[in-house]
T-cell receptor, first 113, second 111 residues
Framework: DAGVIQSPRHEVTEMGQEVTLRCKPISGHNSLFWYRQTMMRGLELLIYFNNNVPIDDSGMPEDRFSAKMPNASFSTLKIQPSEPRDSAVYFC???????????FGQGTRLTVV | GESVGLHLPTLSVQEGDNSIINCAYSNSASDYFIWYKQESGKGPQFIIDIRSNMDKRQGQRVTVLLNKTVKHLSLQIAATQPGDSAVYFCAESWGNTPLVFGKGTRLSVIA
């Protein structure tokens, strides 16, 4: 298996633009997580899905952030409009659910200028 | 103005020595614990995990110790190598909740 695949690896965008981050989880995993990593706050959970259904989005910073999982093999995290303070590394992870190991993708480094 | 970054604790270890990285977790109800290694430019990678019904678990060159009384977790790396240089995170979970990560410790191996 290729592991969790995220795209793009790097994204530089101007403030106000829409940004879409993509994730393909490991086949057979039914839980998917979006984390954000910054120097200030470390690794924070933004949202997670079980069986394609959003379970907890309390970590999403504000309404500018939205996430979808239209099927078991694809998820998106969208920021509209983007702001400089959104600059971070965004990780997608997947697992078989419950208290188990989560497998992380390589991350998307987002820079908003 | 200048932003203040997260100050990661740093552990410097001589190559070949043993390393001990410590973590205090927050929730007494946590029943699953895991250590991840993150190298620069990469996502966190699983090292070892342990459930709350155990107090010790060993892997290849790594041992995790769990002390539920004081809510403390440690990762021991035997014969530390330059390739072990990375940031190490502990994470906890309870029930079916997602992993909650600690702030991390930077391990620097001196050759």
């Amino acid at each position: 298996d290729a592991g969790v695949i995220q795209s793009p690896r790097h994204e530089v965008t101007e403030m106000g633009q829409e940004v879409t981050l993509r994730c393909k989880p490991i086949s057979g995993h039914n839980s998917l997580f979006w984390y954000r990593q910054t120097m200030m706050r470390g690794l924070e959970l933004l949202i997670y899905f079980n069986n394609n259904v959003p379970i907890d989005d309390s970590g999403m910073p504000e309404d500018r952030f939205s996430a979808k999982m239209p099927n078991a093999s694809f998820s998106t995290l969208k920021i509209q409009p983007s702001e400089p303070r959104d600059s971070a590394v965004y990780f997608c992870a997947s697992s078989t659910g419950g208290s188990t190991e989560a497998f992380f993708g390589q991350g998307t480094r987002l820079t908003v200028v | 103005g200048e932003s203040v970054g997260l100050h990661l604790p740093t552990l410097s270890v001589q190559e070949g020595d043993n390393s001990i990285i410590n973590c205090a977790y927050s929730n007494s109800a946590s029943d699953y614990f895991i250590w991840y290694k993150q190298e620069s430019g990469k996502g966190p990678q699983f090292i070892i995990d342990i459930r709350s019904n155990m107090d010790k678990r060993q892997g290849q060159r790594v041992t995790v110790l769990l002390n539920k009384t004081v809510k403390h977790l440690s990762l021991q790396i035997a014969a530390t190598q330059p390739g072990d240089s990375a940031v190490y995170f502990c994470a906890e979970s309870w029930g079916n909740t997602p992993l909650v990560f600690g702030k991390g410790t930077r391990l620097s191996v001196i050759a």
